[in-house]
């Protein structure tokens, strides 16, 4: 096996040490995070950094790179406490890829790539209609980490829109079924088969399969 130590990582060229470190942390989900600005312009860019940090409350958080490399959704976030995630789906991955483009802050990315927007009362920011798992979030709290300067952003959900087919009887969601997507690096994209699920491990008891 070779080992590589992070002198040597430090001596690689920008992109291959980017995609090879950001391979070690393995696949994440692969989502859009829809915004608007304090005038009601829509904003869309993908995100695979998100990470659920617990169930109750229902707390979820995504590393937002530094300002300026990544503007709008932290900005439109900070000003409206608003935003939608929205997951990825083969039949519209393309189209999603395209959002990570750097497009001015003018620039409405649901029609520079051709996705719908779809408003629901109340919420002001906009989910991706053709996404079969999608929720909205209200701002908790944004903590700067000063290591890199980035951000991580902490929403609690508000609402989940989902095919009910997609629910198993305990309330674990088939993304296999639905096709939602997972992501390496900042350009690879996949979809997922399931190998097992195991029933609440105890060390007196033995292992239990339930798929
Ligand atoms: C697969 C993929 C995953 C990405 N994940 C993130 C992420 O987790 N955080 C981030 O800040 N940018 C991420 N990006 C980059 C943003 O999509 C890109 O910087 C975008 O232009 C940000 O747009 P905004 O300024 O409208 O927020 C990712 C890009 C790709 C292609």
């Not at 483009?101 to 003018?106: F, L, R, W």
């Not at 798992?133 to 700067?144: G, M, R």
Request: glycine share 6%; with cysteine.
């Amino acid at each position: 096996m070779k080992h590589i130590s992070i002198d040597v990582i430090e001596t690689w060229a920008r992109f291959y040490r980017a995609n090879f470190i950001n391979c070690l942390s393995g696949f994440k989900s692969a989502n859009l995070i829809g915004t608007v600005n304090k005038s009601g312009q829509p904003n869309l860019a993908v995100f695979s950094s998100v990470v659920h940090l617990g169930s109750d409350p229902a707390l979820i958080g995504f590393i937002n790179r530094p300002l300026a490399a990544a503007p709008h959704t932290i900005q439109n976030i900070e000003a409206t406490g608003v935003y939608t995630i929205n997951h990825i789906n083969p039949s519209f991955v393309e189209k999603a890829h395209q959002t990570s483009a750097k497009y001015p802050v003018e620039v409405n990315e649901f029609e520079a790539v051709d996705l719908q927007p779809l408003f629901i009362d109340n919420i002001i920011a906009p989910f991706v209609q053709e996404s079969l798992i999608k929720y909205s979030l209200e701002l908790v709290e944004i903590v700067p980490i000063k290591h890199n300067n980035t951000f991580l952003v902490i929403g609690a959900i508000t609402n989940v829109l989902i095919h009910e087919t997609l629910i198993g009887e305990d309330g674990f969601i088939s993304l296999e079924k639905a096709e939602s997507m997972v992501s390496l690096g900042l350009d690879a994209y996949f979809t997922t088969k399931i190998k097992a699920r195991y029933g609440y491990a105890k060390p007196d008891l033995p292992i239990k399969k339930i798929i």
